[in-house]
């Protein structure tokens, strides 16, 4: 039961442009969703996080909007650098007190020079 | 900037045999929690544990598994009797109290059972 989606494997974005990763959640009861950003062999940094109250939020290059209707989130980094290149993982978080977050299967982002 | 420190960073074990991974959390974070990623994969949750128990575990957290904080630092993660599809990268991550920035994570220890 795959609650929390990306069905991009990966992408390809050439630098300065903008990149979009999405992300698909089943789970109505989500109610805080974040990114984590993964490089090879370190552990998942989270980037930034939105709640359900929220429809947008935005650090510097990077903005999630959130869509509830339609159970779609989406990272815009804008503009993409060689440095974003990564693993990057969509979070979902229902409020059960312990803040166990459920992720995505990732999306491996590439930044072309 | 505090990090989640885990050791080792690469353990290889024989199957059946006992495993334990080792993390040190952030010092003022309340909440802990362990994740893997088998190759290729989603990351997982497997436990959380809050004022030294369990707050909630998931169906991959059999009775293989136990978690504990045996010091005031200390949080470890035990594998009783390893098995070929333990094999995978296992993450530590901490949380201070009402935290918005999500967890901090470890670097992970990378499982291999052979």
């Known amino acids: 039961d795959q609650q929390v989606k990306q069905n991009s494997p990966s992408l390809s974005v050439q630098e300065g442009r903008i990149s979009i990763l999405n992300c698909d959640y089943t789970n109505s009861m989500f109610d805080y969703f974040l990114w984590y950003k993964k490089y090879p062999a370190e552990g998942p940094t989270f980037l930034i996080s939105?709640?359900?109250?929220?429809d947008k939020n935005e650090d510097g290059r990077f903005t999630v909007f959130l869509n509830k209707s339609a159970k779609h989130l989406s990272l815009h980094i804008v503009p993409s650098q060689p440095g974003d290149s990564a693993v990057y993982f969509c979070a979902a978080s229902a409020d059960s007190g312990t803040y166990k977050y459920i992720f995505g299967t990732g999306t491996r982002l590439k930044v072309l020079a | 900037e505090p990090e989640v420190t885990q050791t080792p960073s690469h353990q290889v074990t024989q199957m059946g045999q006992e495993v334990i991974l080792r993390c040190v959390p952030i010092s003022n974070h309340l909440y802990f929690y362990w994740y893997r990623q088998i190759l290729g994969q989603k990351v997982e949750f497997l436990v959380s544990?809050?004022?030294?128990?369990?707050?909630?575990k998931s169906e991959i957290f059999d009775d293989q598994f136990s978690v504990e904080r045996p010091d005031g630092s200390n949080f470890t993660l035990k594998i009783r009797s390893t098995k070929l599809e333990d094999s995978a990268m296992y993450f530590c991550?901490?949380?201070?109290?009402?935290?918005?920035?999500?967890?901090?994570f470890g670097s992970g220890t990378r499982l291999t059972v052979v």
């Open positions: 544990f809050y004022n030294n128990e369990i707050s909630e």
């Open positions: 991550a901490s949380r201070a109290s009402g935290s918005l920035t999500g967890y901090t």
């Open positions: 939105i709640s359900s109250i929220k």
